[in-house]
């Protein structure tokens, strides 16, 4: 009987630390998913236009720049206009969750693109030109404080996404993230992105509009994207469709 | 080869210059990109195009068909040059709900033939969009249907392709068109009914078919389950009814396949024979294609169509028409009478002198994006194989941007086949090409 009781007990402690285990990982896991809407909701409206320049900087110096016109409504939906330079003038992209294609004008049906490929060169690739909300394709697995960041670690939902971990610091006080490192399902650094120059924009909210990348599998290289004009905006759902591809320009 | 030099002299050209802006850091200037966006936000216009120089090299089959056709009055040598240049210009203008399109075309060509020029409207189209789903143009318009990367033989208004340049502008029709999209959630996704006039009058589409008829063409499109879907129809008095259907899926995130579909009522092909006896053939032609694209890792793309035209020549059909060359060549430099070879050329203006006028084809084309981390460099090799009768066209190619807005792109094709295969009876054996290409936008 004695051992009986103190098996009863023994469980109960057990119970105890398995719920107090728990509800701390249960409420790490809210605490750190928060704060990833929180910097998603920060980084860009749910639904809105942008205008964005590409850069690409090769180790020589070379430059190329692409100026894009870009619309995002919801949580899974991005197209994309190349307004200059004049060689990729009226191509689109569009993505509605893991699906992309890209439309090019003299091409008679858009194609199917993938995540990893690149419209651009350099080392933006397409999942970084055309990214959904990080908290749409990434769980938070860790979070950890410090000093004035928070570093939160993400692992893809499906194996569909472009980077199977990411580690993102995350600014405390504004919430937006200073750099995220991309690593692949081997563990593999494959890039690190900077979110740099601050800048109000349409809706009041501090927004980084600058975004820097640099990787170590492309050394000397460099890729920047700049914001500007990132406004709230609501198109209807059929602007989001192949058809449409070649009329964006006309929605502008 | 001097325009490999050439090429390779751009390559080069290129890092040099490369390291003259060399700097060490590039520092974004804010205000010089915002200010530069908001150039191009605001302007309701665009007007650009490119700039386009091509010299090429063509080593004639002197023994064959198309060669005889062609120079049958005077002998000529075994290769020949060929220069041209093109300017087009492509704008737009819009003051919401409406908008215009136009693209030109200008060709200046030179040859042992002289200087020739050529000037034409491409596109020019008036669109309307009273609201986000709906929209109705009207003008020259190229309609881009089908799914086929070489061909398409459910596009019913469009000119046919060039396979062996597919990426080439097409000469737009005079359309009246109206397009309505609806997009849904579920598994079907969007839906978009598109509606065609096309009227065929002297001077509008007169080549199209039939004078003095407006005819009808339609399109249903759905997003089904992550596949396109389209069904085409076209009606009219310029040409026979015919019905198309195809569909393009992703079966993996790097393999896609397409197909395509058309059934052209009442066809009717003339086919002629050593002797000159023509017959005509009618029938319900069936015409399909079937294709994959592949992506590998390492960014390798490969493409890979079989094409079966319904409305083509059976071998016989093809090797009656090559006889009747020989005949009519023989009889002109033997008697001096040149009716038979003249009516032969005139043939070869039609049906005989499509792009690819038999029944059976594979394309198969590999390229191989930024091989050796140069940056906005692809080699590729395309083959279009006529599967009757053996003979192919293989075309390497190398395309290098080295600057913005500049395209360079060496090209070659060699033809090969047996006496009355259709590539061995083409004008030329081989053919080399070297393309600059300077896109501008003002």
Known sequence: MRCGTFRREEMRVLLGLWLVLLLSSSGLALDGTEILKKVDANLQPESFESYRKLINIEPNGAKREFLLYTLKKGHDKIASLFLSPASEKGRATLRLGDNMWLYIPNVGKPIRITSLQSVVGGVFNNADIMRLDYNVEYDVRALEEKGNEFVLELKAKTGAVAYDRLKMWVDKKILVPTKIECFAATGLLIKTLYFKEMKPFDDGILRPSVNETDSPLYKGYQSIIVYARVKKRIVPDEVFTLEFLSRIETIR | ?442
């Open chain 2, 1 to 442: 080869m001097a325009w490999l030099t050439i090429f390779l002299i751009v390559l080069h050209l290129q890092l040099f210059v490369a390291r003259l802006w060399a700097q060490d850091k590039y520092q974004v200037d804010l205000s010089d990109i915002e200010k530069e966006i908001q150039r191009a936000a605001d302007k309701p216009y665009s007007l650009g195009g490119f700039l386009e120089f091509q010299p090429q090299i063509f080593g004639i089959d002197r023994d064959s068909a198309f060669s005889r056709l062609q120079f049958f009055r005077q002998r000529q040598d075994s290769t020949f040059e060929q220069y041209n240049f093109r300017l087009r210009l492509d704008g737009s203008y819009k003051k919401d709900p409406f908008s215009v399109f136009f693209k030109t075309d200008t060709h200046v060509r030179n040859d042992f033939q002289g200087w020739d020029e050529d000037a034409k409207l491409f596109e020019a189209y008036l669109s309307f969009k009273p609201v986000s789903g709906l929209a109705l143009d009207a003008g020259k318009k190229v309609m881009k249907w089908g799914k086929g990367y070489a061909w398409n033989p459910a596009s019913f208004i469009d000119r046919p392709k060039n396979p062996e340049d597919p990426l080439h502008d097409l000469l737009a029709s005079t359309v009246a068109t109206a397009d309505y999209i609806r997009s849904f959630n579920g598994p079907l996704k969007t839906t978009t009914l598109t509606t065609a006039l096309i009227p065929v009058y002297r001077y509008v589409n007169a080549k199209f078919g039939e004078l003095y008829h407006l005819n009808f063409a339609s399109k249903l499109y759905f997003l089904l389950y992550d596949t396109d879907l389209d069904f085409m129809v076209f009606t009219g008095s310029s040409r026979t009814t015919r019905y198309g259907f195809d569909f393009s899926k992703n079966l993996t995130t790097n393999l896609e396949i397409h197909g395509e579909f058309a059934v052209v009522n009442n066809f009717k092909l003339m086919s002629i024979d050593q002797r000159g006896l023509t017959s005509v053939r009618e029938s319900e032609a069936l015409s399909y294609l079937l294709g994959l694209r592949y992506l590998t890792e390492m960014e390798t793309t490969y493409i890979l169509e079989y094409y079966r035209n319904g409305t083509g020549f059976t071998k016989n059909q093809l090797e009656g028409f090559v006889d009747f060359v020989d005949a009519g060549d023989l009889s002109f430099r033997t008697t001096g009478d040149d009716g038979a070879i003249r009516r032969a050329k005139q043939l070869a203006k039609g049906a005989y002198g499509r792009p690819n006028p038999g029944q059976h084809y594979l394309y198969f084309r590999v390229s191989q994006k930024e091989p050796f981390d140069i940056l906005y460099f692809t080699p590729a090799l395309t083959s279009i194989l006529n599967a009757t009768d053996g003979s192919l066209v293989l075309i390497p190619e190398l395309s290098y941007s080295p600057v913005t807005n500049l395209e360079v792109r060496l090209r070659g094709a060699i033809l090969s086949g047996g006496k009355g295969t259709e590539y061995g009876e083409k004008q030329n054996d081989y053919r080399v090409e070297l393309r600059l290409r300077y896109y501008f936008q003002l």
